[in-house]
C-alpha cells in the first residue's frame, strides 16, 4: 500500500476525502512546523465545512463555546489590556469553530485511531532531537522547505539541562510528549500486532518515556502516570494499581515532608537523587523570590479576578498587571481557569471549564473505559479511545498549573481531543438535507 492510498484508508463516510488527507498531514507536521501543519490543518477545516453536514446550532455541545465567544468580543471592547485583548481572541474563536468543524473527521473509532498514530508518528523529530541536543551538542536552526520548516534545537535544552526537542521550553515538550504517551500505550498493547511490529512500537515508547523524563517536568511525569491505569483498563487495575503503589511509595517518602528521617535518608538512597530533588524543588527554591512561584501568582490572579469578575481585564492582561502588582514579570497564571477568569471573567470561565469537564465525565459515564466489546450506549470500547480519553485527561490536568495551550501546536492537539471526545460520547450525526434537525446515521453506528 502506498502512501497517498494508506492516507485516504479509513476515511469517515461524513468527512470531505481531500480534507481527510489534510487532516492527516497537518497531524503529522504539527510537532515540527506550526505554520506548515496550520495550512493543512486550515484546508481540512474549510473542506469539511463546505461539505453537506449538519447545522453549528444542531449540537448542544457548540451553546457553551458560542456564548463564551460572544461575552469575550463584548469584554474585549472595554478591555484593559486594549487591543490586545483583541488579538488575543485568536487562541479562542477559530478554536470554537474547529470544535465542531473536526468532527466529521474523528466519526468513527478507525479515525480516531488515525488521527491519533499521525500525533505519534510526527513526534520522531521531538524525540530525535531531544537526544541530540543533550548527548550530541546539537543547536539549530535548522530549515526546510524553503523555511516552511525551522526547527531552533537549543544546544543542551531549554532551559539547559533539560530536554526540549523542538520546543521554546522544556514544560512544553514536557506537555506534548504526555500527551501523545496514551498513544503509544495504546499501540503497544493493540491486538493483533506481530511480534516484530510490537518490538518497533515498544522501542519507541521506551523512547517517549525517556524523553519525558529528561524534560524534568512535573507536571509531564504526573500525565505520564495518569495515563497508564486509564488506556490498560479497569481489567488491570487489581495488579496494576498495587504495583504503581509499591512503586510511588520511595518516592512518597523521600519528598514529604514530616517523614521521619532515617525512612526518609533510606527513601532518598532509593530514589535517584534527579526524581527526589525535583519532586522536593530543592534545585530552585533558593534562587526563586515568593513572587515567582505558582501560589504566589494563584493568589495575585484570584486578586484581579476578583476586582473585575463579569468581563475580565481582557487577553494578556495578567502579564500587564502582574509587574505593576509585584514588580516581577509573568506572562500568564499557570492555571488555565484562573488565567480565563481574569482575561474575559467568571461567566466565560464557567462556560468553558463546564464544558470541558462535562465531555469527559460523560464519556466516563457512558462507560469508555470498558473493556467488554459492547456497544452499551453506542460509545466505542478500543484501547485507543481509552487513551484518547486518557490524553483529554491529561491535557486537562497539565492546565492545571501550567499553561502549555499558549504553544499554537499544543492548542490544535487539545482541541483536536476535545472535539474527538464530543464523537466519541454522541456516535456522529448526520442532517437531512434542508433540515435542522439532528438525525442519527444508521450507517455510522455500525461503524462505531
Sequence with gaps: ??????????????????????LQLGLFFLASSALLSGLFVLAALICCTRYKRRPYLSDP?????????????????????????????????PFFWFFWAAQPYLATPDSRKRCALCLLLGTVPVVITGFGQLWLGWEGPWQALNGLIVWFVATGGEPNGRLSGLF??????????ALVWPFSLAALFQPALNFWKRNIVLVFAIAIVAALVLTDSRNAWGGFLLAIPFVLGPLSWPWLLPLLFLMLLPVALAVVPGVGLELQELARQIV????????????????????STRLSQWKIAIAFLSERPWFGWGAAAFSILYPLRTGQWHGHAHNLPLEIG???????TFLIVSAVLALLITALARGVLAQKSSQKNGISNSIFDRAWWSASLIIVFLHGADMPFFDSRLNIAGWLLLSGLRCLIIPFDSVKLGSSKPVFDAELTGLV
Design 168 to 177: 521554546d521550553y522544556a514544560n512544553i515538550a514536557g506537555a506534548w510528549l
Design 1 to 22: 500500500m502506498n502512501s497517498f492510498t494508506w492516507l485516504r484508508s479509513k476515511c469517515p463516510i461524513s468527512s470531505d476525502p481531500l480534507g481527510w488527507i489534510f
Design 272 to 291: 535517584p537523587e534527579g526524581l527526589w530533588s525535583r519532586l522536593n524543588d530543592m534545585r530552585y527554591s533558593q534562587q526563586r523570590s515568593l513572587v
Design 342 to 348: 481574569v482575561a474575559h471573567g467568571l461567566p466565560v
Design 61 to 93: 455541545w457548540n451553546y457553551p463555546f458560542l456564548l463564551a465567544g460572544i461575552w469575550m468580543l463584548v469584554g474585549s471592547l472595554s478591555a484593559f489590556s486594549g487591543w490586545l485583548a483583541l488579538v488575543g481572541l485568536a487562541n479562542w474563536l
